[in-house]
């Protein structure tokens, strides 16, 4: 299938093996995946099937062994290092399941820190960072730090940190696993927040059924590819 210019990703055959000769894992074994433009993915599939090795391909973290991949039109293994670490700087935020955050700074500080060492111009980056918290009903909760903060309150501020340079891709693996079921489901509200309002595709990792149940498109990984879309 030719790339339609609304998807945001376009990958074709990616093959991702680590190790050589016979202790070689080949872990994706040609995956094909279109992702269009403002939605909302998830890919799920047992432990150890390659979601995030996935992740990482997509975000540019890492390059596949063979096939291409898309993003915004522009193929990102043909790219330098640098090149590539400007566009995931610029166009993706990226989440993690530990949230990460900095202990000793507040919620604000936290957003304002990475702008500030990722380049973001710093007259900007006052009204960035609080315009990121606003995005994930923070504002209240801006000058506590992370002990002083609830674990969907943390993932808010991770969020926030993630969008505050506005990336039209956000990639979020396992963003929910460590909340509770409830707070899941909150997060899951900022991201199609995000999607609705300020055009941004969300791909993220889950094993949870409920998630799978609300995002516009669940891709399963099973023996290094991608089965049935649903
Ligand atoms: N750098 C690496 N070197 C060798 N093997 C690796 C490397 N990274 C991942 N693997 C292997 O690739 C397979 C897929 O790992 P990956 O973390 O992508 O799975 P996952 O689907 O995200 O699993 P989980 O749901 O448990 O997080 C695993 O067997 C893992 O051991």
Redesign the pocket.
């Known amino acids: 299938m030719e790339p339609a210019s609304s998807d945001i990703i376009a990958a074709s055959g990616i093959k991702r093996t680590?190790?050589r000769g016979s202790g070689a894992?080949h872990?994706l074994k040609g995956v094909n995946l279109q992702i269009p433009s403002q939605s909302l993915i998830a890919f799920k599939?047992?432990?150890?099937?390659?979601?995030?090795?996935?992740?990482?391909l997509l975000s540019a973290l890492d390059r596949p062994s063979d096939g291409s991949i898309l993003f915004e039109g522009k193929e990102l293994s043909s790219l330098s290092n640098r090149e590539r670490d400007h566009i995931r700087r610029t166009r993706m935020g990226l989440i993690f399941q530990s949230f990460a955050l900095i202990p000793l700074m507040s919620a604000y500080e936290n957003v304002e820190f990475v702008l500030r060492v990722s380049g973001y111009p710093a007259s900007d980056r006052k009204a960035a960072a609080i315009a990121a918290l606003d995005h994930v009903g923070l504002t209240p909760r801006m000058h506590h730090r992370p002990f002083e903060m609830s674990g969907g309150e943390q993932q808010r501020t991770a969020i926030a940190r993630a969008i505050a340079h506005k990336p039209s891709l956000l990639l979020a693996?396992?963003p929910t696993a460590e909340l509770d079921s409830r707070t899941g489901l909150q997060i899951m509200k900022v991201f199609r927040n995000l999607v609705e309002t300020a055009g941004m595709t969300i791909i993220m990792?889950t094993?949870d059924p409920a998630i799978m149940e609300i995002v516009d498109h669940v891709y399963e990984?099973e023996d290094g590819q991608i089965v049935v879309p649903t």
Not at 45 to 56: D, V
Request: charged share 20%; net charge neutral.
């Open positions: 680590f190790g894992v872990v599939g047992r432990s150890g099937s390659g979601k995030t090795t996935l992740i990482n693996d396992e990792t094993h990984l």
